[in-house]
């Protein structure tokens, strides 16, 4: 018996292996790129040295972008938090007819195709003149988040707040601000952060609504490494992308320190 | 500070009478806080009436049980005192003045709720001072309070646990004292030991019937255990069908049931079809099967049976008494054992007689000679056949 276990185990690692490295390989390769001497984006790189990190972070136009995409971020998990939280919030535990509708309405931005929204953003923000300004696409960046936000604050609201807590607070002299304040809040802390955080990787990497919207000014880092890759081959994209993975591994990592203490706590 | 006493321990005479214990309510100790449901209603659109016409009035100090099955409107009953619900129709009343159309968080109820719903995230102390803080008391002055409360139900060194690591025990008096320290009118206590097993539950029975004598509070319960009501209760509000059917001291209630869903919902109980042949003082005369007569209690409510109605009257298996050949009783029945079977504090015996089968639960020395097969005599008392109101307006 021991030695079948120990075989089919072989058997299942050898499986494994070539499925996690299809996965995991495109994301590592371009760390080593980044890592080249010469001018150029290639493969095999030519070891070794930092100067395409030093150029992309040189580079004005490339340190805008970054600037830009953070700032973006930042204004479409502002609102992606308040919208999707204060949804969530609004619909758990109630009943009315349309509720469905509502909630259709809400992740409707991650269901529709992409383009299709963005091309919708961009004849509204067109005729508003704001095409071209950072606001614009942290406004749809917003939209974005908001699904984002609202799940995760739906499924921390259903394992937290147990409705009788509400009671218990009303009764206990808490009003419904108080209640928001002091017995939901605390339950929907944990949602709000891990749906923030995904929306900021959302919107942090984002091109097709900024590929739509950009303008002179307004180059958000994803685009800015489109369209080098198409002009220019130069190797300060494959340094952008490298700080991409780094940002995304320090959220996974993060999220799993997060984990292990609520389940040890 | 320290006078913490160990609830778990103390017998549950040590306390002294409910009455001369000191009641911690400054100013407004001697004011009697009353609360009382006046004809209250809830009626949904559909038609649906799950409370109709529900009465009833709790004293200062008084254990109030609202006691039914699933689906009889005690908790729907309960939530409307808590203002969780609003009643379609009646008056909710704390010394005379009309609450029907206040917030919850704006009447003065302590609510308890099954699983207790502490907040996960405050300690025990948290928990505790909250209702004091939405109420604006000063920092030092909830926290003295707070301590006061937990000291009183004996947790006051676990006042820096979070809930989650207390027992359940420890859990519910936390509830009971973040629901006291703000000097309800009343404790609400919605079926707060239903989920747990029964030798829990009856240390924890025990527990709230302490705190509640040493703090002197009003307390109004919701349960659907017939045990739990009859041990905690002062009174107890039997309710079915939205409608208090009977309300009444524990004993009373138990021994002279008024219809047969209260009769069977208590307890087990015999129920015997007969005819009225007479009034003797507040009895019926009965002639039930084979020609045996005896008195049975008349309802206080009820309709008196005129001569010749059919009557059926409810005799609990514990007040059957097994007779000796020439002992008397007001009624006497002769039968034949068809089964037995010990229990321990007693012994119960299935007889045949009347034409049908009575349950009867006997002490052991009697019973002991008992086998199957065996001819006994039967009797009871009077006071202990009790007549039944059958469906309202059925009797006539």
């Given at each position: 018996?021991?030695?079948?276990?120990?075989?089919?185990?072989?058997?299942?690692?050898?499986?494994?292996?070539?499925?996690?490295?299809?996965?995991?390989?495109?994301?590592?390769?371009?760390?080593?790129?980044?890592?080249?001497?010469?001018?150029?984006?290639?493969?095999?790189?030519?070891?070794?040295?930092?100067?395409?990190?030093?150029?992309?972070?040189?580079?004005?136009?490339?340190?805008?972008?970054?600037?830009?995409?953070?700032?973006?971020?930042?204004?479409?998990?502002?609102?992606?938090?308040?919208?999707?939280?204060?949804?969530?919030?609004?619909?758990?535990?109630?009943?009315?007819?349309?509720?469905?509708?509502?909630?259709?309405?809400?992740?409707?931005?991650?269901?529709?195709?992409?383009?299709?929204?963005?091309?919708?953003?961009?004849?509204?923000?067109?005729?508003?003149?704001?095409?071209?300004?950072?606001?614009?696409?942290?406004?749809?960046?917003?939209?974005?988040?908001?699904?984002?936000?609202?799940?995760?604050?739906?499924?921390?609201?259903?394992?937290?707040?147990?409705?009788?807590?509400?009671?218990?607070?009303?009764?206990?002299?808490?009003?419904?601000?108080?209640?928001?304040?002091?017995?939901?809040?605390?339950?929907?802390?944990?949602?709000?952060?891990?749906?923030?955080?995904?929306?900021?990787?959302?919107?942090?990497?984002?091109?097709?609504?900024?590929?739509?919207?950009?303008?002179?000014?307004?180059?958000?880092?994803?685009?800015?490494?489109?369209?080098?890759?198409?002009?220019?081959?130069?190797?300060?994209?494959?340094?952008?992308?490298?700080?991409?993975?780094?940002?995304?591994?320090?959220?996974?990592?993060?999220?799993?320190?997060?984990?292990?203490?609520?389940?040890?706590? | 500070?320290?006078?913490?006493l160990?609830i778990?321990?103390?017998?549950?005479?040590?306390e002294?009478?409910?009455?001369?214990e000191?009641?911690?309510?400054?100013?407004?100790?001697?004011?009697?806080?009353?609360?009382?449901?006046?004809?209250?209603?809830?009626?949904?659109?559909?038609?649906?009436?799950?409370?109709?016409?529900?009465?009833?009035?709790?004293?200062?100090?008084?254990?109030?049980?609202?006691?039914?099955?699933?689906?009889?409107?005690?908790?729907?009953?309960?939530?409307?005192?808590?203002?969780?619900?609003?009643?379609?129709?009646?008056?909710?009343?704390?010394?005379?003045?009309?609450?029907?159309?206040?917030?919850?968080?704006?009447?003065?109820?302590?609510?308890?709720?099954?699983?207790?719903?502490?907040?996960?995230?405050?300690?025990?102390?948290?928990?505790?001072?909250?209702?004091?803080?939405?109420?604006?008391?000063?920092?030092?002055?909830?926290?003295?309070?707070?301590?006061?409360?937990?000291?009183k139900v004996?947790?006051?060194?676990?006042?820096?646990?979070?809930?989650?690591?207390?027992?359940?025990?420890?859990?519910?008096?936390?509830?009971?004292?973040?629901?006291?320290?703000?000097?309800?009118?009343?404790?609400?206590?919605?079926?707060?030991?239903?989920?747990?097993?029964?030798?829990?539950?009856?240390?924890?029975?025990?527990?709230?019937?302490q705190i509640q004598r040493r703090v002197g509070?009003?307390?109004?319960?919701?349960?659907?255990?017939?045990?739990?009501?009859?041990?905690?209760?002062?009174?107890?509000?039997?309710?079915?069908?939205?409608?208090?059917?009977?309300?009444?001291?524990?004993?009373?209630?138990?021994?002279?049931?008024?219809?047969?869903?209260?009769?069977?919902?208590?307890?087990?109980?015999?129920?015997?079809?007969?005819?009225?042949?007479?009034?003797?003082?507040?009895?019926?005369?009965?002639?039930?099967?084979?020609?045996?007569?005896?008195?049975?209690?008349?309802?206080?409510?009820?309709?008196?049976?005129?001569?010749?109605?059919?009557?059926?009257?409810?005799?609990?298996?514990?007040?059957?008494?097994?007779?000796?050949?020439?002992?008397?009783?007001?009624?006497?029945?002769?039968?034949?054992?068809?089964?037995?079977?010990?229990?321990?504090?007693?012994?119960?015996?299935?007889?045949?007689?009347?034409?049908?089968?009575?349950?009867?639960?006997?002490?052991?020395?009697?019973?002991?000679?008992?086998?199957?097969?065996?001819?006994?005599?039967?009797?009871?008392?009077?006071?202990?056949?009790?007549?039944?109101?059958?469906?309202?307006?059925?009797?006539?």
């Amino acid at each position: 018996m021991a030695r079948r276990d120990a075989v089919g185990r072989l058997a299942l690692y050898g499986a494994c292996a070539p499925v996690l490295a299809f996965l995991l390989l495109p994301s590592l390769v371009i760390v080593p790129m980044a890592l080249t001497k010469g001018q150029m984006i290639q493969f095999p790189p030519i070891w070794i040295s930092v100067h395409s990190f030093t150029d992309y972070l040189g580079d004005p136009q490339w340190f805008d972008s970054t600037v830009l995409s953070f700032q973006v971020a930042a204004l479409a998990v502002a609102i992606g938090c308040v919208t999707g939280s204060a949804a969530a919030v609004a619909l758990h535990g109630r009943r009315f007819p349309g509720k469905g509708l509502v909630t259709g309405a809400i992740m409707a931005p991650i269901v529709v195709p992409l383009v299709v929204f963005a091309l919708g953003g961009y004849l509204v923000f067109a005729r508003l003149h704001m095409v071209g300004g950072w606001v614009a696409i942290g406004l749809l960046h917003g939209m974005l988040v908001t699904p984002y936000v609202f799940i995760s604050v739906q499924t921390s609201l259903q394992a937290a707040l147990n409705p009788l807590l509400v009671r218990s607070a009303r009764s206990l002299g808490a009003g419904r601000l108080s209640v928001l304040r002091h017995v939901v809040w605390p339950a929907i802390r944990p949602g709000v952060l891990a749906g923030g955080v995904l929306g900021f990787a959302v919107s942090f990497d984002e091109v097709v609504v900024a590929l739509f919207l950009q303008g002179p000014q307004t180059v958000t880092l994803p685009v800015r490494m489109f369209t080098a890759i198409q002009f220019e081959l130069t190797p300060k994209v494959a340094a952008s992308a490298s700080l991409f993975l780094a940002l995304s591994v320090l959220v996974l990592l993060a999220q799993g320190v997060a984990m292990r203490r609520r389940g040890a706590a | 500070m320290n006078v913490a006493l160990p609830i778990v321990s103390l017998p549950a005479q040590a306390e002294g009478t409910p009455a001369d214990e000191v009641r911690p309510r400054g100013p407004v100790a001697d004011a009697r806080h009353h609360l009382e449901v006046d004809r209250v209603w809830k009626s949904y659109t559909s038609g649906v009436h799950v409370v109709r016409d529900v009465s009833f009035s709790l004293a200062q100090g008084e254990f109030l049980t609202l006691l039914g099955p699933s689906g009889s409107g005690k908790t729907s009953t309960l939530m409307m005192v808590a203002g969780f619900e609003a009643p379609s129709r009646g008056a909710i009343r704390v010394d005379g003045r009309d609450v029907a159309q206040l917030p919850p968080e704006r009447r003065n109820f302590g609510v308890v709720f099954q699983g207790y719903a502490l907040f996960p995230h405050m300690t025990v102390l948290e928990n505790v001072a909250f209702p004091l803080r939405m109420k604006s008391v000063g920092g030092a002055a909830r926290r003295r309070a707070a301590m006061d409360m937990l000291d009183k139900v004996g947790l006051a060194e676990f006042a820096a646990r979070r809930p989650r690591e207390l027992s359940g025990g420890q859990q519910q008096r936390v509830a009971l004292a973040r629901a006291l320290v703000f000097e309800p009118d009343a404790l609400l206590l919605d079926e707060p030991l239903g989920a747990l097993d029964r030798k829990l539950r009856e240390a924890l029975q025990i527990e709230i019937k302490q705190i509640q004598r040493r703090v002197g509070v009003s307390i109004l319960f919701v349960t659907h255990d017939q045990d739990e009501a009859m041990m905690m209760s002062d009174r107890v509000a039997v309710m079915q069908d939205g409608r208090i059917v009977q309300l009444g001291a524990p004993d009373e209630v138990y021994l002279h049931p008024e219809t047969p869903f209260v009769a069977g919902f208590l307890g087990e109980t015999n129920l015997l079809r007969g005819q009225c042949v007479g009034q003797q003082g507040g009895c019926a005369v009965v002639r039930f099967a084979d020609g045996v007569t005896g008195p049975a209690r008349l309802s206080r409510g009820g309709a008196r049976p005129g001569v010749g109605a059919a009557v059926l009257a409810s005799i609990r298996p514990e007040r059957i008494g097994l007779l000796a050949r020439d002992a008397a009783a007001d009624c006497v029945v002769e039968g034949v054992v068809a089964d037995r079977v010990f229990l321990g504090r007693h012994t119960r015996l299935v007889v045949q007689a009347l034409g049908r089968t009575l349950v009867v639960s006997a002490a052991e020395p009697p019973a002991a000679g008992v086998a199957r097969g065996a001819v006994v005599r039967l009797g009871w008392s009077r006071e202990d056949a009790q007549i039944l109101n059958e469906g309202g307006d059925a009797t006539g």
